[in-house]
């Protein structure tokens, strides 16, 4: 007698996606570990009396909002993608580049009001973490805008629906993740300052 074994069905990970959320994951940590170490540093400073307060340069809002808005440019790009809008979709790819380099000339610009301030990486604690902080940050938009070429590749030489699919939903995921952390770092800057 013979019994029919059930195949059970293989969970399908694509490992692109499986990478891209381990990264979010990883990067969460990250970003948890420094923001938890600026307040166990401002805590104990201000205890003894050497914490300097500061104030975020307001280019920083100017990239906030920049950011924002790339969110924004970015979900219309995924939208357009499925669609199958495909003109749509390389403007909005565009726009949310240019707004993401535009972000990254703000960060620059507020490192420049820092020293300015006489904040400088090597200074204070405080000065230090904002630099580590936002150039990490930093770091994680340049991939975003690597991931945004990629599509935009993709989409000019008429890569194959499936994998444009794979890669708009990699991206769209890890931008809007990077958009979320920087509001999110912002915000706790601005109330920690």
């Known amino acids: 007698m013979m019994i029919a074994m059930k ?7 694509r490992p692109l996606k499986f990478i891209v959320w381990l990264f979010v994951a990883s990067s969460i940590m990250l970003f948890g570990g420094w923001t938890s170490g600026f307040i ?3 805590v104990s400073l201000l205890a003894a009396g ?6 975020l340069p307001r280019i920083f809002m100017v990239s906030t909002a920049l950011i924002v808005l790339s969110s924004a440019s970015m979900h219309w790009a995924r939208v357009s993608a499925k669609r199958l809008h495909f003109g ?13 380099i535009g ?8 490192w420049v009001r820092l020293t300015e301030m006489n904040m400088y990486f090597a200074g204070h604690v405080s000065g230090s973490y904002i630099y580590v902080i936002s ?12 991931l945004i070429a990629s599509c935009l590749t993709g989409l000019y ?27 999110y770092l912002y915000v706790f800057l601005l109330l920690n300052r």
């Open 7 to 13: 195949k059970e069905p293989l969970i399908n990970v």
């Open 40 to 42: 166990v540093s401002r």
């Open 50 to 55: 050497e914490w300097i307060t500061f104030e």
């Open 88 to 100: 749509k979709a390389k403007l909005a790819l565009w726009i949310t580049m240019l707004l993401g």
């Open 103 to 110: 972000f990254l000339v703000c960060q620059v610009g507020g």
């Open 135 to 146: 150039g990490f940050h930093g770091l994680h938009i340049v991939a975003g805008l690597c």
């Open 157 to 183: 030489r008429n890569i194959a629906q499936i994998k444009q699919n794979l890669r708009f939903e990699v991206t769209s995921v890890f931008w809007h993740f990077i958009d979320i952390l920087w509001i």
